[in-house]
């Protein structure tokens, strides 16, 4: 029973925010891409530039681990220089959440890309070291 009610609060926490809202007076929400592990990723226009980036929130129901986790990738991020990766614009809390800014790259995601390919099948493949 507990286990239950604490997946169903997890998942209204961890509920994506709408479209049109604006984070920090400055990022409205376009639409929402997706979820990981540790957060919640939309695509969002900056009304300060005009531009589209990707707004990345780190997941309410993580707590401390998820924004320590979301901590640590905006400081990878600040880091690398590269044409394939997204830089990293801007990090900020709002509402007592914190949030990364990346730019927007149109196009497949990783995941699409390596599926289209046909190298690996959405079936689970098995392996020696794994028994399941």
């Known amino acids: 029973m507990l286990t239950t009610v604490k997946r169903i609060y997890e998942a209204w926490i961890d509920y994506?925010?709408?479209?049109?809202?604006?984070?920090?007076?400055?990022?409205?929400?376009?639409?929402?891409?997706?979820?990981?592990?540790?957060?919640?990723?939309?695509?969002?226009?900056?009304?300060?530039?005009?531009?589209?980036?990707?707004?990345?929130?780190?997941?309410?129901?993580?707590?401390?681990?998820g924004r320590e986790l979301l901590r640590r990738e905006i400081q990878t991020m600040g880091q690398l220089r590269h044409p394939a990766i997204p830089k990293c614009l801007a990090s900020f809390e709002y509402k007592k959440r914190l949030y990364m800014v990346t730019e927007y790259v149109k196009g497949q995601?990783?995941?699409?890309?390596?599926?289209?390919?046909?190298?690996?099948?959405?079936?689970?493949?098995?392996?020696?070291?794994?028994?399941?």
């Not at 995601?109 to 399941?132: D, M, N």
Request: net charge positive.
């Open 109 to 132: 995601t990783v995941e699409e890309l390596i599926f289209e390919r046909g190298r690996f099948s959405r079936k689970r493949r098995r392996y020696p070291w794994y028994a399941g």
């Open 16 to 65: 994506p925010e709408r479209e049109g809202k604006v984070l920090a007076g400055r990022y409205r929400i376009l639409r929402f891409l997706g979820m990981g592990s540790y957060g919640l990723t939309y695509l969002c226009c900056d009304t300060a530039s005009r531009t589209e980036v990707v707004v990345k929130q780190a997941k309410p129901s993580k707590g401390p681990l």
